[in-house]
């Protein structure tokens, strides 16, 4: 397997409503910092892949405009996944291990504002018999809180601690959406909204994009000081049906993380993708994580949560940890479907 | 590895199966047109047709979109065009889409305006369709001042100016 | 470090319909990963990875529809990945299962692409109002017409070419039974009187809407040697490529598009192609509107520029011409939109593993398979081959 290293990555200032500009005006000053910071113009790199979804954008084809924001004339080697960035990320570093690129732009947007997001969200559901009773993405992880917390995984007090602890640390990240929290006894007061969770239990709505640039071997070295490695990478998907599922571990999390060799060495830092808060202890479990490691310094999902952007997002900050030298070994967590369905795991590490 | 024929419980098996379902789906979006693309339709609610100049290659872009598409760097230049162009192609529309109150047949054509590098689709009228032609010059049809909008239906359709047409090579580059 | 090479050791279609109402789009899929698995003699428990792909998720109304397909397709604890390139996407699918072959991260992989889109409306979900633009036209064919406008009158192209295309691709799909269109009528004079629906395209140069999934089971050389071996002669993968352009920009080509020319040239370098007309056997190109084949034709190197229809013209494209495209009946005969380029990806490898029955091309030993997808922006090519490169 060839070294490749996370070399730059941008996000946009996550808001609850993007109202001046529209998507792509959202992500060009994104995709100009990354560029910018590894000194890269569009033709200096090799491939191009993004994550976005037309269900967010309320129009078919919806990542095709975002090519004006990118300069893809000349032609460019480009593809694009309907998933979180996390897995474009995963394409273009297939694509660099074939051989055939040696640096790649990775980058996805989301706009939940212009829709109901937890309408939206219940359109990725079974067509047949569960998406037309509309259940909203809020109910189902209320569904799967409750089972946690029935069976002792984690509680709503340990919810609650994960809520302030996280929104707390975003008031660090200028790039958060949320900043600050209520000690969590405090949170505790405020009425269900979707019994078990509370609004502190729910990750933000809001309108975000960001990008990274992907370097390999020697081309990493050249373009960053402290290029942050990717020592593993592994993702894993389980069933759709909810009833299917063990819905209090996760175990295609558990797989991902020993495929792409979690436990190999200590974590230092670790960026999960738990939209909800209860999902941070599943996760954390999974992993295998024990208490010394860093959770969500960036604030994780909690504090800010653009649809499509967020598990990139995860790379990105731990590789950011890395390449600031606060972290040495750092876990990044993607996750896509209802209920932590798909997960994916990544290892970064410094230079040894 | 498919199974054998389903065998059904004993009080369902005079039952009609089901074969399909009707799940409408409404959701409902409130667009954000963007800086560029809201300032090209104000300029359209006052009769002005607007491109962006990119500041590396200096093409103008129409509809201005924000960003130079081959240089991927910002627009911001403004740049006021004439309302009258080019047909650079068009096709002749049989076929109606759902909502649409046109008749048929009518033409839909690519206008390149005077003095911008990329052309907008509009409708082409008060011609027989038989008789447009590529490089035949027209002008924009506005709606009367009191019905202008910042969308592009502020532009009925574009009308031939009875100008000789352009030559082929003066729009070969945009056919 | 090189590439791993790629094999296709299995191959399965559902037969495309206009309507497939007795099948979920579950069942759809699991028709063609079926007859795939049992084209390579493989079992769901053979596959390590999965890589699906189709074109908007508004053709259906599922969104995302992995997540609801990962039982159907045999993915739990599976790693599984969704592209989605526009039309193009059925070929950018394969390549992308594909290099998770070549970086030798899974040695056999399922890919498919489908599209059910009688389960939502087609022509709505193409024509979705776009915010700020007032819709004038319906359908793709709206988008195309003018371009192939401008290529008659750039190449002074006679006005019945596209008719011979049509014909040419319906014709030859009376011998593909997996085809949607079995025209047994079909005539010249048919074609020609057909309505005209965006000038100067008719309906019957214009592709269906079907419903339809296409299959395929790549493996690494391992396994390429070991179907062979077992009498099963794989198609190995010569080279692959994609390339994409912005829609629109001052100068852009719509009508031979360089992203099309270079995608090409790609994989030409990579297969060792420098005559394409002469030292491929066939072709399965991406035409969805009759008159693309003589655009392609210049667009991949077939023919010089201008001269596309004079290749269709003189019948070199029939199944008995010096160089058959789409024997299968093509994008014209079927075109479940996101299945359309695996199909193409699919069919140029059947060709060369002379699985194609009656639309085979004897001894066909090498070919190309090209897509193509939003406003001729999106492109993704394979060359495949009888022999190991």
Known sequence: ?352 | ?175 | MGKERVAVVGIGQTKHQATRGDVSIAGLVREAAHEALADAEMDWSDIEAVVIGKAPDFFEGVMMPELYLADALGCVGKPMLRVHTAGSVGGSTTLVAASLIQAGIHGRVLTVAFEKQSESEAMWALTLPIPFQPPLVAGAGGYFAPHIRAYMRRSGAPDHIGVLVALKDRLNALKNPKAHLHEHDITFDSVRESMMLWDPIRYSETCPSSDGACAVVLTDEAGGDASDYAGRRPAWMLGGAMRSEPTTFPGRDQVDPVGGRECAADVYAQAGITDPRAQFDVAEVYVPFSWYEPMWLENLGFADEGKGWTLVEDGATQMDGDIPWNPSGGVLSSNPIGASGMIRFAEAAMQVRGQAGEHQIDGARRALGHAYGGGSQFFSMWAVGADKP
């Open chain 2, 1 to 175: 590895m498919s199974g054998g024929p389903l065998v059904l419980p004993e009080p369902l098996r005079d039952l009609e199966p089901v074969r399909s379902i009707r799940a409408p789906a409404r959701l409902e979006y409130t667009f954000t047109a963007g800086e560029a693309t809201s300032r090209f339709l104000r300029g359209i609610a006052s009769k002005r047709i607007l491109g962006e100049r990119c500041p590396v290659c200096g093409k103008v872009m129409l509809p201005p979109r924000g960003s130079c598409p081959t240089d991927g760097v910002p627009t911001s230049e403004q740049v006021e065009l004439a309302d009258r162009g080019i047909v650079t192609t068009f096709c002749v529309v049989n076929v109606k889409f759902s909502g649409s109150a046109m008749e048929l047949p009518y033409v839909c054509a690519s206008v390149l305006p005077d003095g911008a590098d990329m052309g907008l689709f509009g409708l082409i009228q008060e011609i027989p369709f038989d008789q447009i032609r590529m490089g035949m010059r027209v002008e924009a049809v506005w709606v009367d001042d009191d019905e202008l909008q910042p969308n592009l239906a502020s532009i009925k359709w574009w009308r031939p100016t009875g100008e000789p047409d352009a030559p082929y090579e003066s729009y070969r580059e945009h056919v």
């Open chain 1, 1 to 352: 397997m060839r070294d490749v290293a996370v070399v730059a990555f941008a996000q946009s200032h996550h808001v609850r409503r993007e109202q001046r500009r529209n998507e792509v005006e959202m992500l060009m000053p994104v995709l100009h910092q990354v560029k910018t910071d590894v000194g890269l113009d569009q033709s200096q790199i090799d491939f191009t892949c993004s994550g976005s979804t037309d269900y967010l954008a309320g129009a078919a084809f919806s990542f095709v405009m975002t090519l004006d924001g990118v300069g893809a004339s000349p032609p460019i080697s480009e593809s694009h996944v309907e998933m979180d960035g996390a897995w474009a990320l995963y394409e273009a570093w297939v694509k660099i291990q074939t051989g055939a690129a040696n640096t790649a732009l990775v980058y996805s947007y989301g706009k939940a504002s212009p829709g109901s997001l937890r309408d939206v969200l219940s359109r990725q559901l079974d067509p047949y018999y569960v998406a037309p009773l509309w259940p909203d993405s809020v109910a189902l992880a209320a569904l799967q809180a409750r089972a946690c917390i029935d069976c002792g995984v984690t509680s709503v007090a340990e919810m609650a601690g994960i809520a302030a602890r996280s929104r707390r640390s975003g008031a660090d990240n200028p790039f958060a959406q949320l900043q600050g929290s209520d000690d969590p006894d405090v949170l505790l007061k405020e009425p269900e909204i979707a019994s078990p969770l509370r609004r502190h239990d729910c990750p933000p709505i809001g309108d975000g994009a960001a990008a990274l640039i992907l370097a390999a071997e020697d081309r990493a070295r050249e373009l960053a000081d402290r290029p942050a490695w990717i020592r593993g990478i592994d993702h894993r998907i389980e069933a759709h049906g909810l009833g299917v599922r063990d819905l209090t571990s996760s175990p295609s999390t558990r797989l991902a993380g020993e495929r792409a060799g979690v436990g190999d060495g200590p974590v230092d830092v670790a960026e999960l993708h738990a939209p909800f808060t209860h999902q941070e202890v599943l996760l954390r479990d999974a992993l295998g994580l024990g208490d010394g490691v860093a959770l969500n310094p960036s604030g994780g999902p909690l504090a800010a949560n653009p649809i499509m952007a967020a598990g990139l997002i995860r790379i990105g900050e731990a590789a950011g940890r890395i390449r600031r030298g606060e972290a040495q070994r750092a876990v990044a967590h993607a996750t896509s479907g209802p209920c932590l369905q798909q997960n994916l795991v990544c290892v970064l590490e410094g230079n040894s």
